[in-house]
């Protein structure tokens, strides 16, 4: 029996890297990954939803939305997010397998 790698899974059910299915794939995958870190780090807090919601300036439909993967945020909400949770965020972009840097 021939074992696949996950990668090589991905590529054959979902589509290969640069198609639209597979961007649309790796966007819903980052947002869930997004979604979960929010939350962990709200109850890290010992936060509800509605204190953070208070904390940011949204109401708490719209975090518990985020928390659930159910609506994507502006980059400014969720920058306002983590500062609440005072939280560190890191950004990193990576352009044709090499990683850019500010300098």
């Not at 991905?10 to 979960?36: P, Y």
């Not at 920058?79 to 965020?89: D, G, H, K, N, S």
């Amino acid at each position: 029996m021939k074992s696949y790698s996950l990668s090589e899974m991905i590529d054959k059910h979902v589509g290969k890297r640069g198609t639209k299915a597979r961007g649309a794939f790796e966007h819903k995958l980052n947002m869930a990954v997004l979604s979960s870190m929010i939350k962990k780090a709200r109850k890290e807090r010992n936060l509800t939803q509605e204190q953070l919601g208070e904390l940011v300036g949204v109401q708490k439909a719209q975090i518990s939305k985020l928390e659930n993967n159910a609506n994507s945020a502006t980059i400014d909400t969720i920058l306002r997010i983590f500062q609440a949770l005072q939280a560190e965020i890191h950004f990193s972009v990576t352009l044709g397998g090499k990683q850019l840097s500010l300098a």
